[in-house]
């Protein structure tokens, strides 16, 4: 389907805000379909503060960590970067 034809059923002759507005949608499909993810895990070392990330990693999802219960929990982002001491 082009943007002429996306507009023509839209009822809209504003050919910018009908581009904006399908670039908006595909954004939203984008962030709603989880397309190829994949996990990878990493065994947590006493001592250890920066691990490797997958070098064909393009977005870091989430970061889960098993607590003393054995149950995973999520570790939340951080709003400002970590205050480093050298």
Do not use: C, W
């Not at 709603?32 to 006493?46: F, L, P, Y």
């Not at 920066?50 to 870091?60: N, Q, S």
């Amino acid at each position: 389907m082009t943007v002429k034809e996306i507009m023509e059923r839209a009822g809209t002759t504003q050919t910018g805000r009908a581009v904006a507005y399908i670039k908006d949608g595909l954004d939203e499909i984008a962030r709603a379909i989880d397309d190829n993810i994949q996990s990878t895990t990493a065994d947590i070392v006493s001592g250890t503060r920066e691990y490797p990330l997958p070098a064909t990693m393009i977005k870091l999802r989430k970061i889960l960590i098993k607590n003393s219960d054995g149950d995973f929990q999520s570790i939340p982002r951080l709003t400002h970067g970590p205050s480093i001491e050298k």
